[in-house]
């Protein structure tokens, strides 16, 4: 029943907010074919992340010669291999930021499309399952959608794969994360991250699907439960990502 009500909610926001007839970000109007529903002069203010990190993905200069990023040579992250689409500048902010607190929902059927592409682009394949990062259930509630489970449900259809959305839960609230600092933030995700389904993820290979990767912490902390029921690799898929610096 929940995915059918999923299913009526995509048609009637298709009818309200139709695709490929306006920019999704400065609204004017598109001819059918442009990509992901931006006009050319748009995307030429997004940076579509080429050159990335081996580890966590967030973008390298063309000139940086090691293979990982000063973060991840520092530090050990959890996940098998993470991998993001965009970095994160003002454009990105509004796209993101307008699907998160302004309820435009069908901002995340474009997103998805330019994450399947670079999930692509990397050639990972064999995907078992889909695992969106959960919020909190009273933040849920307050919002209304978890955006991490809209762009998952979109990956899902079009790979063919489940999304797991009750196998992760987020079983505390917590701080926002945007203001604290790097431990600050691993203090405050700690213990709040448990798996109520382990057979979901037992020797299976995982892709675990959030909007923003910033310094990892988030995607660290749900990594460090799943990877106790023994998955076989776990891979991070954002949308956006800060830059290197």
Request: hydrophobic share 30%; glycine share 2%; net charge positive.
């Amino acid at each position: 029943m929940y995915q059918l009500l999923c299913e009526y909610l995509d048609i009637f926001i298709n009818f309200i907010y139709p695709r490929n007839i306006y920019c999704i970000l400065c609204n004017e109007p598109i001819t059918k074919d442009e990509k992901y529903s931006l006009c050319t002069h748009c995307k030429e203010k997004i940076y579509f992340i080429d050159k990335s990190c081996e580890k966590c993905g967030k973008p390298l200069e063309k000139l940086y010669i090691p293979q990982k990023c000063p973060d991840c040579i520092e530090t050990n992250h959890y996940f098998t291999k993470g991998i993001s689409c965009v970095e994160y500048n003002k454009e990105i902010k509004k796209i993101v930021h307008r699907l998160k607190y302004q309820n435009q929902r069908y901002l995340s059927y474009h997103m998805a499309q330019i994450m399947k592409d670079q999930l692509q682009k990397q050639n990972i394949k064999d995907i078992d399952c889909i695992i969106p990062v959960p919020l909190y259930k009273n933040k849920e509630r307050k919002r209304g959608f978890n955006q991490s489970y809209l762009l998952s449900k979109y990956l899902g259809k079009w790979m063919n794969t489940e999304v797991e959305k009750k196998t992760l839960l987020k079983i505390k609230d917590t701080l926002s994360q945007n203001q604290l600092s790097k431990e600050d933030r691993k203090r405050n995700l700690k213990n709040v991250f448990v798996v109520s389904s382990k057979e979901s993820i037992i020797n299976k290979t995982i892709l675990l699907v959030d909007d923003v990767y910033t310094t990892g912490s988030t995607v660290d902390a749900c990594c460090k439960e799943l990877l106790k029921e023994n998955p076989k690799e776990i891979y991070i898929l954002t949308f956006a990502t800060g830059k290197n610096i």
